[in-house]
């Protein structure tokens, strides 16, 4: 039972990654699944997640990335994705996945203890 994030790496300003969390022994419907980050020395932060109510998905972003990063998922696949566009150096992280404590919450969660299944954490690195 996990979350396996990957597609991390390095990248150039203004470069692009695509991370994935595949889910493997658990399912991803109606489970909002959200990315967090965590620089050295800092809080996990919220980065974007996705919600979906067996019809649509609904999305939300952390202000910092709006514009630049885009969140996904194919159900039928179990996995999420999160596609980051214009990168910055300050984008430079450890990305984590995550699945919602509650299934069908009614909002897009964005906090770090609303999640409660986390994966191992993909790292991202942005040269300036």
């Known amino acids: 039972v996990q979350l396996q994030a990957s597609g991390g790496g390095l990248a150039q300003a203004g470069g692009s990654l695509r991370l994935s969390c595949a889910a493997s022994?658990?399912?991803?419907?109606?489970?909002?699944v959200g990315w967090f980050r965590q620089a050295p020395g800092k809080e996990r932060e919220f980065v974007a997640a996705?919600?979906?109510?067996?019809?649509?998905?609904?999305?939300r972003y952390a202000d910092s990335v709006k514009g630049r990063f885009t969140i996904s998922r194919d159900n039928a696949k179990n996995t999420v994705y999160l596609q980051m566009n214009s990168l910055k150096p300050e984008d430079t992280a450890v990305y984590y996945c995550a699945r919602d404590r509650l299934p069908n919450r009614p909002i897009v969660a964005t906090t770090v203890f609303s999640y409660a299944t986390w994966g191992q954490g993909t790292l991202v690195t942005v040269s300036s």
């Open positions: 996705i919600s979906w109510n067996g019809s649509a998905a609904f999305t």
């Open positions: 022994g658990l399912t991803l419907s109606s489970y909002t």
